[in-house]
T-cell receptor, first 117, second 117 residues
Framework: GAVVSQHPSRVICKSGTSVKIECRSLDFQATTMFWYRQFPKQSLMLMATSNEGSKATYEQGVEKDKFLINHASLTLSTLTVTSAHPEDSSFYIC?????????????FGEGSRLTVL | AQSVTQPDIHITVSEGASLELRCNYSYGATPYLFWYVQSPGQGLQLLLKYFSGDTLVQGIKGFEAEFKRSQSSFNLRKPSVHWSDAAEYFCAVRLGAGGTSYGKLTFGQGTILTVHP
């Protein structure tokens, strides 16, 4: 199947700093990517939809100024956690869709674990 | 809004035993249904999906799931569990075809599977 890669897989940062996470579709073009967040022992929650060449669409309750999303090319979306705080520590997973809108499968990256000290 | 419920947070089975993981959804129309598996610290891998047609769906790794409209259920089954099946399993629902919601998945809370030798 298609491959979606995230980098870094793990990152530790100090409170107040910003962290960028990359999501790449390695063997297909993805006009749309999705960013999810997973707290320990909880399910995945959709944060935002990343659209190539346009602004991201954020889910209710997600701060767009804190979680900056850029989708500059058909194979790369980035999530920047600005001024990170310990409560932002989480597992962030991206996914990208292939194929036709109605039946295209979503492929998930390996996830990026953020720990804010 | 649609919702997904996985009633069992944690299931333990012996290797070689059969397995059934429950999933119930709440949605006005027939949704697109998925089962994903997540190993510790990893992203999600698609096991199988149901869009339409035959209500018994075969997936990878010997898994199958049956869509039962009358019960709003999409339970995952495997006749003989292997130790390597130990992981967390997520049922997910996607809104119907097209539109801005085509890629949005709503996940259940997840079921952790432990396999005893």
């Amino acid at each position: 199947g298609a491959v979606v890669s995230q980098h870094p897989s793990r990152v530790i940062c100090k409170s107040g700093t910003s962290v960028k996470i990359e999501c790449r579709s390695l063997d297909f073009q993805a006009t749309t990517m999705f960013w999810y967040r997973q707290f320990p022992k909880q399910s995945l929650m959709l944060m935002a939809t990343s659209n190539e060449g346009s602004k991201a669409t954020y889910e209710q309750g997600v701060e767009k100024d804190k979680f900056l999303i850029n989708h500059a090319s058909l194979t790369l979306s980035t999530l920047t956690v600005t001024s990170a705080h310990p409560e932002d520590s989480s597992f962030y997973i991206c996914s990208a869709r292939t194929g036709e809108r109605n039946t295209g499968e979503l492929f998930f990256g390996e996830g990026s674990r953020l720990t804010v000290l | 809004a649609q919702s997904v419920t996985q009633p069992d947070i944690h299931i333990t089975v012996s290797e070689g035993a059969s397995l059934e993981l429950r999933c119930n959804y709440s949605y006005g129309a027939t949704p697109y249904l998925f089962w994903y598996v997540q190993s510790p610290g990893q992203g999600l891998q698609l096991l199988l999906k149901y869009f339409s047609g035959d209500t018994l769906v075969q997936g990878i790794k010997g898994f199958e799931a049956e869509f039962k409209r009358s019960q709003s259920s999409f339970n995952l089954r495997k006749p003989s569990v292997h130790w390597s099946d130990a992981a967390e399993y997520f049922c997910a629902v996607r809104l119907g075809a097209g539109g801005t919601s085509y890629g949005k998945l709503t996940f259940g809370q997840g079921t952790i599977l432990t396999v005893h030798p």
